[in-house]
Nanobody
Framework: QVQLAESGGGLVQAGESLRLSCTTS????????IGWFRQAPGKDREFVAA???????RYADSVKGRFSISRVNARTPVLLQMNSLKPDDTAVYYC????????????WGQGTQVTVSS
């Protein structure tokens, strides 16, 4: 059974930074796209960023220039560096995985809370 686990959430003030980490038990992680999503209270879950096995990245417009997704190689954790945090970034952040070339993220972590105070 594939497992994903997020860590690194917490409470920070506006303008500060946090780094989230996602570890997986995928047997062939280079064949998967790892994505970060977030869900704020009363809102739908939204895409934040994603990275392929070849380290191609994609970001939501709302986080471009502030967040950075990275991985050293396919077997190391996927990191989400979040800078210049805003209160609107407050949410539960989830990492998820899908096989490259597919549309649906089928594996999800339990989430980690990020709270940004003004």
């Amino acid at each position: 059974q594939v497992q994903l686990a997020e860590s690194g959430g917490g409470l920070v003030q506006a303008g500060e930074s946090l780094r989230l980490s996602c570890t997986t038990s995928l047997r062939t992680p280079s064949s998967y796209i790892i994505g970060w999503f977030r869900q704020a209270p009363g809102k739908d879950r939204e895409f934040v960023a994603a990275i392929t096995g070849g380290r191609t990245t994609r970001y939501a417009d709302s986080v471009k220039g502030r967040f950075s997704i990275s991985r050293v190689n396919a077997r190391t954790p996927v990191l989400l560096q979040m800078n210049s945090l805003k209160p609107d970034d407050t949410a539960v952040y989830y990492c998820a995985a899908k096989p490259s070339g597919t549309d649906v993220y089928g594996y999800w972590g339990q989430g980690t809370q990020v709270t940004v105070s003004s």
